[in-house]
């Protein structure tokens, strides 16, 4: 665990930036640890693994637990029962399912769509160009407070390009006056900061290395 890193970058980051640990990988015991210095914002990206620490931390009501992990529509109803943020929605069919389950289960979370802004096969998200287009539809939607974007930049970009793929995602995110930008990771943060992050999603700066 880097707590020292936790501790630098907390304290110098600006006031309407907030910072998600991404816990994927480690333990009950290392969230616990950190969030008795004051985070509260946690993110994982497995289902299963999330659900065994949320039980294991149930007394820590201070925590909210976000979903950054591909979304599979199997398992949207338990994901809205045990997430308060989801940052990774990426088509219109899964909004609407959120928007549904959500009604159902009596939630309310709060959402950031994930947009595709390179041509990464590896990353999903939304066509800017189709989100635009069904915006009327999305945003009009019940049980769900749509927040902002999320986005995944490719690895091995320059800090150059990094900063212009990030610039996208905050003019879309202004473009449909949402304040969110859920944007940079142990890698690209600083870029992300420097093209108006609001989350940046921190996990082995802070936690170290994982296995996966
Ligand atoms: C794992 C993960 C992170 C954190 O990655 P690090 O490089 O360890 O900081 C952030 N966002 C998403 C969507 C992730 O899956």
Redesign the pocket.
Known sequence: MEISNYFQIKKNLPLNVNLLA?S?GFSSKEIKTINNEGQNDF?E?RLQEAIEKQLLLKDSKNIKWHF??RLQSNKIRKIVQNFEYI??VDSLEKILKISNVSFEEQKNPSIMLQVKLSDDPTKGGFNPKILIEKWDQIKKLKSIKIKGLMT?NPKGLSSKENIKLFKKCRHLADSLRLQDCSMG???DWEEALEAGATWI?????IFGN?LY
């Open positions: 991404v994927k993110g990206s950054i992990g940052h990774s995944i990771m142990s890698g999603r921190l996990g082995s700066i994982r």
